[in-house]
């Protein structure tokens, strides 16, 4: 293992601020009063959790109440998708959902389970091979019965940002509810939901220096939402559960943080992430960029290697210091190519061979030299045991 270790795996979570940790630290032993409590310890914490929703509701431009804490990203795309299903069943009407292929498990098990248990008409929308999806292929899905649209505003695995304002336009016209998971967008991207026009959007701490573990909803006043899960009054009754305050404040404060400095920070990645795709495409043979070039993620690099196993890929750089990923974390290990680069019409011979770097504030160009350096090799020592495995 080398000395000087280099991480290249943002997309999959990124260290916590110092100052984000410096707000959230007297949440844990000095202010600790359970925020649904009368007296003034829990009013202590419960004007924290307040004051961190204000914070939010800042940043994304809407109330105050339309601004729900969950435990994490995963957990705020149930809320957006089982809410409108749970809420039209109990109604016993509107059960269609749009979803697409290249989304995240969080969307794309939950919208699986729904049709498996409920029996609730899916639809994944075909994608381009870049990851885009036009409005128009939306409004040519779009059903009279479609309860809800959830489509990513940035993907993980390929990095391709999709027009969320138009395609959520389009959903409005048939007078369905949109959601967007926009967990990889935050601290890149700009987060207005006004701008956006969506009716829900999810966010995780962890992708914008923030601590892992806590997310937030954004439900847009006048939705129609049951709850996931069942239990008391918190968080408007779509979350309950007793609040952790210190995440709660750590989400506002990194936030808060990811957004004053958004566009420092993209200038950063994007010259970075410029210099490995052009170093990368440049120095390896039988490569191809996935996602889109134009419309990316500012920190997000990807690609897929002709004969050349990623897993073995991911060993190969860790063994040089070098962390990455073959797509989202969920998949490392599993030795079947992703379903979201197969999605993108991939032959098996490319799929197996992808790989993720996703630059950070940290990340230094000479980090970036060091691996379009380092990987021509290392890709050739994995071919060469991947034609060794096949003679
Ligand atoms: C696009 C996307 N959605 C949802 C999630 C899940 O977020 P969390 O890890 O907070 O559950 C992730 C995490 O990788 C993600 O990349």
Not at 111 to 122: I, M, P, R, S
Not at 363 to 390: C, S, W, Y
Request: glycine fraction near 8%; hydrophobic fraction near 35%.
């Amino acid at each position: 293992m080398s000395e000087h270790r280099i991480y290249l795996d943002h997309s999959a979570t990124t260290p916590v601020d110092e100052r984000v940790v410096e707000a959230m630290t007297p949440y844990y032993h000095q202010i600790y009063g359970n925020p649904s409590s009368t007296h003034s310890f829990g009013r202590d914490t419960e004007d924290a959790i307040e004051t961190a929703r204000e914070t939010v509701a800042q940043i994304l431009n809407c109330k105050p109440g339309e601004v729900i804490f969950t435990g994490c990203g995963t957990e705020s795309d149930n809320i957006a998708i089982r809410g409108p299903v749970y809420a039209a069943l109990q109604g016993g009407k509107h059960l269609h959902v749009i979803s697409s292929p290249l989304e995240h498990p969080a969307v794309g098990q939950t919208v699986q389970q729904l049709n498996a248990v409920f029996n609730v008409k899916t639809t994944l929308l075909p994608v381009q091979a870049d990851g885009s999806i036009s409005p128009e292929t939306l409004r040519q899905h779009l059903q009279p019965d479609t309860t809800v649209v959830s489509l990513m505003t940035a993907n993980n695995e390929i990095g391709t940002v999709l027009p969320i304002s138009e395609l959520a336009a389009v959903a409005h016209e048939n007078g369905t509810l949109f959601h967007t998971d926009a967990v990889q967008a935050a601290g890149q991207l700009p987060l207005d939901v006004q701008d956006l026009g969506v009716d829900m959007l999810s966010l995780s701490a962890h992708k914008f220096y923030g601590p892992k573990g806590v997310g937030v909803l954004y439900v847009r006043e006048g939705t129609n939402l049951l709850p996931s899960h069942t239990g008391g009054s918190h968080e408007f009754g779509l979350r309950p559960g007793t609040h952790n305050v210190p995440l709660i404040v750590g989400f506002a404060k990194a936030l808060e943080l990811a957004e004053a400095e958004r566009e420092q920070h993209v200038d950063h990645f994007t010259s970075l992430r410029d210099r490995l795709i052009d170093g990368i495409l440049t120095a390896v043979s039988d490569v191809q960029l996935t996602g889109s070039h134009d419309h990316r993620l500012p920190s997000h690099a990807s690609f897929v290697f002709k004969n050349a196993d990623g897993n073995n890929l991911l060993m190969h750089l860790d063994r040089k210091g070098i962390a990455a990923s073959s797509g989202s974390a969920c998949h490392t290990g599993n030795p079947e190519p992703s379903d979201v680069i197969l999605a993108l019409g991939n032959d098996r011979d490319w799929a197996l061979g992808s790989l993720r770097l996703t630059v950070g504030r940290h990340t230094t160009h000479e980090e970036i030299d060091f691996v379009v350096k380092t990987l021509p090799g290392v890709v050739e020592k994995v071919r060469q045991l991947n034609a060794a495995i096949q003679a």
